[in-house]
């Protein structure tokens, strides 16, 4: 009952490695395709776009969604809360 299964999800796959450039994790656990949420962001709708990439992984990367924020997977149970709750979260 006080899980947030979507959480569990996004966390399991940041986990395993899952998170890739072709692949990003909403809210709901659901995998979204880039092209969609470029496309959501393109059109201005409300999406909070997370970068959840380990911070050394961040470090090395020279690539990243205009607009996200980036946020310490090691450290989810201190942010997730505050995650906004009227509109998409998306997780890469």
């Known amino acids: 009952r006080n899980l947030h299964w979507g959480r569990v999800a996004a966390r399991h796959g940041a986990a395993l490695g899952a ?7 909403a809210q709901d656990g659901q995998a979204i395709a880039p ?15 997370l970068d959840v990439r380990r911070r050394e992984d961040l470090a090395r990367a020279a690539d990243r969604v205009a607009g ?11 942010w997730a809360d505050d995650m906004p709750r009227d509109r998409p979260v998306v997780a890469y």
Not at 19 to 25: D, G, H, I, Y
């Open 35 to 49: 092209e969609r949420l470029r496309d959501m962001v393109a059109r201005g709708e409300p999406v909070a776009v």
């Open 19 to 25: 998170a890739s450039p072709t692949r990003a994790v």
């Open 68 to 78: 996200s924020t980036w946020r310490d997977p090691d450290a989810v149970a201190s």
